[in-house]
């Protein structure tokens, strides 16, 4: 019983604080259903217990009962969290695919230390720490653990380089890397600008106005902003990004929670952005701060929201730190936007249903009239009833099929194909994509599929013929130069940025 008893213990606080909490006071009795049940286990269960899962398990049972995005972040995923929030993390430097079972670097990042070590596009990683990591299947986790790791601290890695018999060994400190949650900032005209934002991190808003500042030099005066799959992220970073755009005032967001007073959030300055005209692009995996953001923009008429209705993410989660430095994240409140829209949509039966409605929804160019109509400051109606409703809906093509070209990018082919044609082109000193010729690298593609699997077909409509060839091209240029590029490319057969474009 000695070995349980922490464990019960442990539970049971767990249980008696959030009980507690949400019941005025009322706490677990010493001789509970649940005190009864680790008890037999304890003495009859056939196995022995895994204490650490069992509290970890017990803790989240409890948390997912209440609510979609009520969680816990074990210890050991505390760091890589705060990681991908904060913006940067610690690791030697690089941009890797694996490509027929090796981590083949495509490219150092600029300033990294891989970059100043000399490590090269296009270098095999063959061994970290004498551990062989070639052929043996590998994964993307793994290579991020083996590369990752304390600020300061040493690396060794050998690299096999294309032209070198011998392979080349490179003992790498690892040092802050950064993790940009800005992908792309480019003139789509000479005064239509377009920027991807893929989260809100803590760097989310400098990435952003640094971008914003270097459009606006060229000449910028209408912004294209993309939400599309931007699973949200801080709240004040996107408090921050409404301020540049809204006029000192303005409602940006309010909260409200059973044990919350109402609390408004309000553009505080003369933002730099307020003469730019504005549109949100949203989808169905644009979720919490984008939706806040797009809300935002659309109750003040500050700017149009084109696309598809978002996914419904309005809880506020608080973020409590417990003893052994886990985390429990706790909904309190709910989002809404200025208009008074909750952004958070129904639960629906399960976690299950939840997360896969935003498949299964069916949008149409005329929005659901029996959910709630609200009015902008300028008296439109926007539509309630969870996520953003966009001004113009971008109707789902259900004729368009693209199983055949994401189990392409599943198997790793477009991109092992990509890479080895930029190689190629490396040496052919081209200077921009146009110069590349689409149909050439298609039926190159195809010539590359029959020598992977001659039994793959491919069989592909008209839509995603053009999607697939204009992909190749992007991810071409995005190994010859950079994201900015790849974007550009993207943007010449996008619907919804076309769509934005004529609506300026």
């Known amino acids: 019983m000695k070995k349980m008893q922490p464990l019960i213990y442990a539970i049971l606080i767990v249980i008696g604080i959030l009980i507690g909490s949400f019941s005025n006071g009322i706490k677990i009795s010493g001789d509970s259903k649940i005190n009864n049940i680790l008890q037999m286990i304890n003495e009859h269960y056939v196995d022995s217990v895994d204490y650490i899962k069992f509290e970890n398990d017990a803790i989240n049972s ?79 986790e793994e290579v991020f ?39 792309a900032g480019i003139m789509l005209t000479n005064n239509i600008a377009y920027i991807k934002i893929n989260r809100f991190a803590a760097t989310t808003y400098d990435e952003m106005m640094e971008k914003a500042n270097g459009l606006k030099a060229k000449g910028m005066q209408k912004l294209i902003l993309d939400f599309r799959g931007n699973p949200g992220g801080y709240l004040h970073i996107a408090n921050q990004i409404c301020d540049e755009f809204l006029k000192e005032g303005e409602l940006i967001v309010f909260t409200k929670g059973r044990n919350r007073s109402k609390v408004e959030t309000f ?26 953001v797009s809300g935002a923009l659309q109750d003040n008429d500050r700017g149009l929201v084109i696309g598809r209705r978002s996914f419904g993410k309005g809880l506020v989660q608080e973020q409590i730190g417990l003893n052994d430095g886990s985390v429990m994240l706790l909904t309190t409140q709910r989002y ?32 659901n009239t029996k959910n709630l109509k609200y009015t902008t400051k300028k008296g439109r109606f926007v539509y309630g009833g969870g996520g953003i409703t966009p001004d113009i809906i971008i109707e789902s093509d259900t004729s368009v099929n693209y199983l055949q070209i994401n189990e ?77 590029t790849y974007y550009k490319v993207l943007s010449g057969e996008d619907e919804y940025i076309q769509r934005a474009t004529a609506e300026f």
């Open 408 to 484: 392409m990018m599943s198997k790793g082919w477009i991109n092992e194909f990509c890479f080895e044609k930029s190689e190629v082109l490396k040496k052919q000193n081209i200077s921009n994509y146009t110069q590349i010729d689409k149909k050439n690298i298609y039926s190159e593609f195809i010539k590359y599929l029959g020598r992977k699997d001659s039994k793959f077909k491919l069989n592909l409509g008209a839509s995603e013929f053009k999607y697939l060839e204009n992909l190749l091209l992007a991810t071409i240029s995005r190994s010859l130069w950079d994201n900015d």
């Open 267 to 292: 553009a505080t300055q003369n933002g730099s952005l307020e003469n730019i005209k504005v549109i949100a692009l949203i989808n169905e995996g644009s979720a919490s701060a984008s939706e806040i």
């Open 336 to 367: 809404y936007t200025p208009s008074g829209r909750c952004i958070q949509k129904d639960y629906g039966e399960n976690a299950k249903d939840y997360y896969l409605e935003q498949y299964t929804r069916k949008d149409t160019v005329t929005p």
């Open 62 to 140: 409890i948390l997912s009962g209440l609510d979609p995005h009520s969680s816990f972040i074990s210890i050991n995923d505390v760091q890589a969290v705060e990681e991908d929030m904060q913006g940067s993390f610690s690791g030697i430097g690089v941009e890797f695919n694996i490509i027929e079972d090796s981590i083949v670097v495509i490219s150092p990042i600029s300033g990294g230390p891989s970059e100043k070590l000399g490590i090269q596009s296009g270098d095999r990683i063959i061994s970290v720490e004498k551990e062989d990591v070639a052929s043996t299947g590998i994964k993307n």
């Open 145 to 183: 653990k083996l590369l990752r790791g304390e600020k300061g601290s040493i690396v060794n890695i050998t690299i096999k380089r294309k032209g070198q018999d011998k392979l080349i060994p490179f003992a790498i400190v690892r040092d802050d890397i950064p993790l940009y949650s800005v992908d």
